[in-house]
């Protein structure tokens, strides 16, 4: 799996693996809703806008899963329209329960 500004490929996973991917890129949660089965190669292609550049920061501002290669041209087509012109998916907001941990109190343990 790559994943870099612009561009996802993911050879031979299931589509849970672009939900991922997706879920890093866009700094949301993504959930694979699809009902697809099996593993896929998937290749998809946008022009990333200003916000999803800082998402794939690493240390000291590298870039993590990149080539050294160039942007990819400002005429392409948003993330949204990609997913449904390049492979007929289409990401929907909802609001769904999700599970947190709070920790309200922390102790170090006794030396017993």
Request: proline share 8%.
């Amino acid at each position: 799996m790559r994943i870099k500004p612009g561009e996802v490929i993911i050879q031979a996973r299931p589509v849970e693996s672009l939900a991922w991917a997706l879920s890093r890129l866009l700094g949301r949660t993504v959930l694979d809703k699809s009902g697809l089965e099996g593993n896929y190669d998937i290749t998809l292609r946008w022009t990333p806008d200003e916000s999803q550049g800082g998402m794939l920061k690493g240390p000291e501002g590298s870039q993590q899963g990149t080539d050294n290669a160039p942007s990819p041209e400002s005429s392409g087509p948003s993330i949204f329209a990609a997913l449904q012109e390049q492979l007929g998916l289409k990401m929907e907001s909802q609001k769904s329960p999700r599970e947190i941990l709070v920790i309200d109190n922390v102790e170090r343990p006794s030396e017993n």
